[in-house]
Each structure stands twice: as structure tokens, then as C-alpha cells.
């Protein structure tokens, strides 16, 4: 990767929200590190894409950041591909419900390692790349940090202490390193859903109702407010803004 141009680390880059960030990022003109566990194909299209439009300005690195095995590896990852990182977006979680009274140990570890663990300790790894480009970190929080969602304590959990980390890191990181967090709202629906066509639709009018503007939001809409954070806010730090259609107007 060249030196000329920033370099971001999108983590969970494969699909889906992270993708758009990685291609909003790459189009502000930015290098792009694309981080996947599972979804090879989708992060090696996203990058032959991107250096179709650019070359050798996107790298697609693996990693399962709820091990700290996976941890260590993408930082050595990142450190072979680039001696320069000015943006970290901390995407790459896991949902699934965990009711009380059914949550089994390893899905509360699971949850907490994916989505609090990883993040932090990934973090502080990079911490010296990003202190020498006085980079950015952007966390990909949740609603349901402040907002708990029926049946999914653990995970709702985790993100609250992924904004409480937003806010610790902004603190400890300053002056050097910005950390902020962007909120999503309902953007896109689970990936795995009941098969229940009428519950479905149920669920989902039932989201929409609560949420101000009455629509779905786009990843894009995430991903403008990620470059926002990451390029075009040099006194904007400690911050989660939320994307949410007015979610959190709602009881």
C-alpha cells in the first residue's frame, strides 16, 4: 500500500455495513485494510473492486477477533501490509439472543469477546500507528446500548460497554487520538430471522413504529457518519452519534 494516501481498518468488512464504510472510506481516498471472519468472498469481491478503481489500495486481512489469538494476528496483519494507520472502525460483532435464564457461559463469553474484548484489545495494539498519524477510532456502538432489546441481555451488554469504552478511550487517547462512535438504528434486518413470514413482518412494523421517521435506514447513511467522524471532525472527540431515524425518541 502506498504511503501516499491515509490508511483505514474496517473490521468485520465482508458485507453489509462494514462494506459500505470500507467503500465510503476508499472513495474519500483512503487504503483500505478489509478485515472478515467468515465471509472470504464477499471481502476479496469488495477488494478486487476497490483496486479495480484504484490499485493496490485494498487488502482483504482474516481474523476471528473474539480469540486473542485472532486479536494478535490482525495486528501483525496490519503492521506487514502498512507502517501507517490514521482510521480504525471497530465494526465486527455478533448478535443472537440470549434469554435470561437460557444463556449458556460460552454464548456470554462469545458476545463480550466479539463485541467489548476484541475491540479494546485490537485497539490498544494499534494505538501506536494511529498516535503517529494522529488518526481516528470509530466505534460501532448500537441502539441497544441504551435501549435493551427483549431476549438479547448479553449482546446489549456488550455494546453498552463498547460505548462506555468509546468514552474512556476518548479520555485516555486525547490529545493524540480522536474516539468517537456511531449508533445504527434499524439500518438492515437481522441477517437470521424467524422463518415465520407473519412473525416477521410483525417484528419488523413493530421496529418501524418506533422509530420517528417510520423507514429503515440505508448502510450508506452509517457510513457517511463513519467518514464524517474519521476525516471531517478534527475537534469532535469522547462523541456517539446516532443514526437512528429518531429510535431513540421511543420509550
Not at 170 to 183: E, H, K, M, Q
Not at 243 to 251: A, H, I, T
Request: aromatic share 4%; proline share 4%.
Amino acid at each position: 500500500m502506498s504511503a501516499d494516501y491515509k490508511t483505514a481498518l474496517v473490521t468485520g468488512a465482508g458485507a453489509r455495513i462494514g462494506a459500505a464504510i470500507a467503500a465510503a472510506l476508499h472513495q474519500r481516498g483512503c487504503n483500505v485494510l478489509v478485515h472478515y471472519n467468515s465471509n472470504q468472498a464477499g471481502a476479496e469481491e469488495l477488494v478486487m473492486r476497490l483496486n479495480a478503481d484504484r490499485a493496490q489500495s485494498a487488502t482483504a486481512v482474516c481474523a476471528d477477533l473474539s480469540l486473542s489469538a485472532g486479536v494478535e494476528s490482525l495486528i501483525r496483519d496490519c503492521l506487514q501490509h502498512t507502517d501507517r494507520l490514521d482510521v480504525l472502525v471497530n465494526n465486527a460483532s455478533r448478535f443472537y439472543p440470549t434469554p435470561v435464564g437460557k444463556t449458556l457461559a460460552w454464548q456470554w463469553d462469545d458476545l463480550i469477546n466479539s463485541n467489548m474484548r476484541g475491540p479494546y484489545f485490537l485497539t490498544q495494539g494499534l494505538v501506536p500507528l494511529l498516535r503517529a498519524a494522529g488518526g481516528a477510532i470509530v466505534n460501532i456502538v448500537d441502539v441497544h446500548a441504551e435501549r435493551p432489546m427483549t431476549g438479547h441481555a448479553a449482546y446489549c451488554i456488550s455494546k453498552a460497554g463498547l460505548a462506555m469504552m468509546t468514552l474512556a478511550l476518548a479520555r485516555d487517547l486525547a490529545p493524540d487520538i480522536r474516539v468517537n462512535g456511531v449508533s445504527p438504528g434499524a439500518i438492515l434486518w437481522p441477517e437470521k430471522e424467524s422463518p415465520d413470514r407473519s412473525a416477521r413482518d410483525q417484528a419488523h412494523a413493530a421496529i418501524l413504529k418506533r422509530t420517528a421517521l417510520g423507514r429503515l435506514g440505508k448502510p450508506e447513511d452509517i457510513a457517511s457518519a463513519v467518514t464524517y467522524l474519521a476525516l471531517d471532525a478534527p475537534y469532535v472527540t469522547g462523541q456517539i452519534l446516532a443514526v437512528d431515524g429518531g429510535r431513540l425518541l421511543s420509550v
